[in-house]
């Protein structure tokens, strides 16, 4: 099993960048897992971000943000990473790292999830 603790969210101006970070845990290896990342707004559902292949090598990103975020790994020191860019007041939601041991494609298979951090961007 993998535990799952995210950190790098904070408030930032509509354009602005942050850096999502997770650290994964546990008596398992890291790289095992796909790793994804998820948020939910108030109110909304919680919508797929981005996700990652096992070794890092293929990457996918939902619509809303595709082009803006950039997903990575590394296995070495058992982390996901989520690079946002050009950021939006509609970014705005709690943001939870997850991971699955099926194909990283695969949004509800995530199965693993993290406290979620907290993204604010003001307009």
């Known amino acids: 099993q993998v535990q799952l603790e995210e950190s790098g969210g904070g408030l930032v101006q509509a354009g602005g960048s942050l850096r999502l970070s997770c650290a994964a845990s546990?008596?398992?290896?890291?790289?095992?897992?796909?790793m994804g990342w998820f948020r939910q707004a108030p109110g909304k559902e919680r919508e797929f971000v981005a996700g990652?292949?096992?070794?890092?090598?293929?990457?996918t990103s939902g619509d809303s943000v595709k082009g803006r975020v950039t997903i990575s790994r590394d296995n070495a020191k058992n982390m996901v990473l989520l690079q946002m860019n050009s950021l939006k007041p509609e970014d705005t939601a709690v943001y939870y790292c997850?991971?699955?041991?099926?194909?990283?494609?695969?949004?509800?298979?995530?199965?693993?999830w993290g406290q979620g951090t907290q993204v604010t961007v003001s307009s």
């Open positions: 997850a991971a699955s041991t099926a194909h990283y494609r695969d949004v509800a298979a995530y199965h693993y």
């Open positions: 990652i292949h096992r070794n890092g090598a293929f990457t």
């Open positions: 546990g008596r398992t290896t890291f790289s095992s897992y796909a």
